[in-house]
């Protein structure tokens, strides 16, 4: 039989047209006359043309159309490329990520993709460019891990915009880049500044003040001031947040305005703001209200910290941003008292209970079962005001027999006061929590220490890592750690693992197979520093050959 051409679709976009078909083909041409054909001799030859055609029109997915005008180029990247060695690893870290078949752990190999956050902060502080066709592997793993974006969109750089405006896959691309990777106006230009501030989307205006606190906050904080009082509730909190950057004295009085602003969340934002600056009326408000509930009484034995907490939470003290109605399960006076003493400046303390330190202060008993409510305050405060001399005299010795301290209520609070610590304090203080309590409850805390970790940090967990490996621990139990230590220790620690490699004798309480675990944990970690090491020598080979 001589195939003929297929005759036209008279319903080249009709959605049933493949159900007709298949219905034409099932009873056959004689009982049906396939779509745009005529009956005869050749209604099974068109059947199969007119199958033919619908085929590749669905495989294409697309209906035909215009061909589009071409993309602009990509923009040219100047920053210099990654030496060769460097860009090979590259490859094998984004060659691990879920979804490709080469993620997930196996054994003592390391866990590549863990890896890549690290290798992306070393890259980008060396200035390098991303290799083009590595672009769409980066962004596809940034797609799926948020933590990755800021990271691998820097690394990227501007090439990472103008693909995301091709592949809606990565729009997130565009929401993350100031502006939505539109260009912002230079600052010295007063009307493109005010035209974009008046006139742009809610992202480049959020951009754009962000940029001009960053350099001129009084700038900022006038050009908020100019359309503050038409915009919405939602957005004003979002601008306001931006004051965060550069907070000092001259915004309080645009503050004190925002703490009569009609939504609840930008007075308890202005509120909250005011309170970190403790020169502020606010501030001074807050302190006599807060001084008037905490006094010393010498009549007992010992000096104790007295509480008489608020009776009511009036008009003035909601302006100033304290909620009145208490969360579920908390008594209202301790939820007032524990805001104002939060709010008020932590140097206002000294003098009003006898001149004491803060180390002298926090020792103090506390009567009536206020201590923890009135030490999480003062922990809040000292987080919010940045004080690191309270913040140590929180924390208290690491190796008190308390695990929480003197002040501490939780270890998120802890973790929060060693943030206001300097790096090798906080190190030396966490070294010395895990050689007395362990690692059981460190977790929380390894995770504000400065990477790599100090060396008796770091010999402190291998210290205790060991120790629980002897007793026969059971191994899973400290996966988390292990893994920390994995991304953390500086890689020269690990030629004092080589001894941990071997399997070791089990105690005869030991969790069953417990030796063999623990010995290929230790395997992947020596096997990952040793990675790690690596991958820092091939990103600093351009600046050995006088390239970077």
């Known amino acids: 039989?001589?195939?003929?051409?297929?005759?036209?679709?008279?319903?080249?976009?009709?959605?049933?047209?493949?159900?007709?078909?298949?219905?034409?083909?099932?009873?056959?041409?004689?009982?049906?006359?396939?779509?745009?054909?005529?009956?005869?001799?050749?209604?099974?030859?068109?059947?199969?043309?007119?199958?033919?055609?619908?085929?590749?029109?669905?495989?294409?997915?697309?209906?035909?159309?215009?061909?589009?005008?071409?993309?602009?180029?990509?923009?040219e990247d100047p920053r210099p490329a990654l030496p060769a060695a460097a860009a090979r690893r590259l490859t094998m870290l984004l060659a691990d990520r879920p979804g490709t078949g080469g993620g997930g752990r196996r054994g003592t190999a390391p866990d590549l993709m863990e890896l890549l956050p690290q290798w992306l902060a070393a890259a980008n502080d060396r200035g390098f460019a991303a290799p083009p066709e590595t672009l769409p592997a980066l962004l596809d793993a940034a797609r799926g891990r948020t933590d990755l974006r800021p990271a691998a969109l820097a690394f990227a750089g501007p090439r990472a915009v103008w693909l995301a405006r091709l592949n809606p896959d990565w729009r997130f691309a565009l929401r993350a880049t100031p502006g939505g990777g539109t260009a912002l106006p230079h600052l010295e230009d007063a009307d493109r500044v005010r035209q974009l501030w008046q006139e742009g989307l809610f992202a480049e205006r959020v951009a754009l003040l962000a940029a001009i606190r960053a350099r001129e906050?009084?700038?900022?904080?006038?050009?908020?001031?100019?359309?503050?009082?038409?915009?919405?509730?939602?957005?004003?909190?979002?601008?306001?947040?931006?004051?965060?950057?550069?907070?000092?004295?001259?915004?309080?009085?645009f503050l004190e305005q925002a703490l009569a602003d009609r939504s609840r969340n930008v007075r308890a934002t202005a509120a909250e703001l005011l309170s970190a600056l403790p020169e502020s009326a606010l501030a001074a408000r807050m302190a006599v209200r807060a001084g008037a509930c905490?006094?010393?009484?010498?009549?007992?034995?010992?000096?104790?910290i007295s509480v008489e907490a608020p009776h009511e939470c009036d008009a003035s003290m909601e302006r100033d941003g304290v909620v009145p109605k208490a969360p579920a399960g908390r008594g209202e006076r301790s939820w007032w008292f524990g805001q104002l003493v939060e709010a008020a400046p932590l140097g206002t303390w000294s003098g009003r209970l006898g001149g004491r330190t803060p180390e002298e202060i926090v020792a103090l008993p506390v009567a009536?079962?206020?201590?923890?409510?009135?030490?999480?305050?003062?922990?809040?405060?000292?987080?919010?005001?940045?004080?690191?001399?309270?913040?140590?005299?929180?924390?208290?010795?690491?190796?008190?027999?308390?695990?929480?301290?003197?002040?501490?209520?939780?270890?998120?609070?802890?973790?929060?006061?060693?943030?206001?610590?300097?790096?090798?304090?906080?190190?030396?203080?966490?070294?010395?929590?895990?050689?007395?309590?362990?690692?059981?409850?460190?977790?929380?805390?390894?995770?504000?220490c400065a990477v790599p970790w100090a060396g008796p940090l770091g010999r402190a967990v291998v210290d205790a890592l060991n120790i629980a490996r002897d007793a026969g621990s059971y191994p899973?139990?400290?996966?988390?750690?292990?893994?920390?230590?994995?991304?953390?220790?500086?890689?020269?620690?690990?030629?004092?693992?080589?001894?941990?490699?071997?399997?070791?004798?089990?105690?005869?309480?030991?969790?069953?197979?417990?030796?063999?675990?623990?010995?290929?944990?230790?395997?992947?970690?020596?096997?990952?520093?040793?990675?790690?090491?690596?991958?820092?020598?091939?990103?600093?080979?351009?600046?050995?050959?006088?390239?970077a």
């Not at 908020?224 to 009085?253: H, I, K, N, V, Y």
């Not at 089990?506 to 063999?516: F, Q, R, V």
């Open 217 to 253: 906050p009084a700038a900022a904080r006038e050009l908020l001031g100019t359309t503050w009082a038409t915009e919405r509730a939602e957005d004003r909190l979002m601008f306001l947040d931006s004051l965060r950057t550069g907070l000092g004295p001259r915004d309080e009085p």
């Open 1 to 75: 039989m001589t195939r003929t051409s297929a005759p036209a679709d008279p319903h080249p976009h009709a959605p049933a047209a493949w159900e007709e078909l298949v219905t034409a083909a099932l009873l056959g041409t004689e009982r049906r006359t396939p779509p745009g054909g005529t009956p005869g001799r050749e209604a099974p030859v068109a059947l199969l043309d007119a199958a033919a055609v619908e085929t590749v029109r669905r495989r294409a997915g697309l209906r035909p159309a215009r061909a589009a005008r071409r993309p602009d180029p990509a923009p």
């Open 368 to 448: 009536d079962d206020w201590q923890s409510e009135l030490h999480a305050a003062w922990c809040r405060a000292a987080v919010r005001q940045r004080d690191a001399e309270w913040a140590r005299a929180l924390l208290g010795s690491p190796s008190a027999p308390e695990a929480g301290g003197p002040g501490a209520v939780s270890l998120a609070e802890r973790a929060k006061l060693l943030g206001r610590l300097g790096a090798a304090d906080r190190a030396d203080w966490v070294a010395g929590f895990i050689a007395t309590h362990g690692l059981s409850e460190a977790f929380q805390l390894l995770g504000v």
């Open 476 to 547: 899973w139990s400290f996966s988390g750690v292990m893994g920390l230590a994995e991304r953390c220790l500086a890689p020269s620690e690990a030629s004092r693992l080589d001894g941990l490699l071997a399997v070791p004798d089990e105690p005869e309480d030991a969790s069953p197979g417990a030796g063999g675990y623990w010995a290929e944990a230790f395997q992947r970690l020596v096997t990952t520093l040793r990675f790690r090491a690596t991958m820092t020598d091939e990103l600093g080979m351009a600046e050995g050959l006088g390239m």
């Open 294 to 304: 905490v006094a010393v009484d010498h009549t007992r034995d010992t000096p104790t």
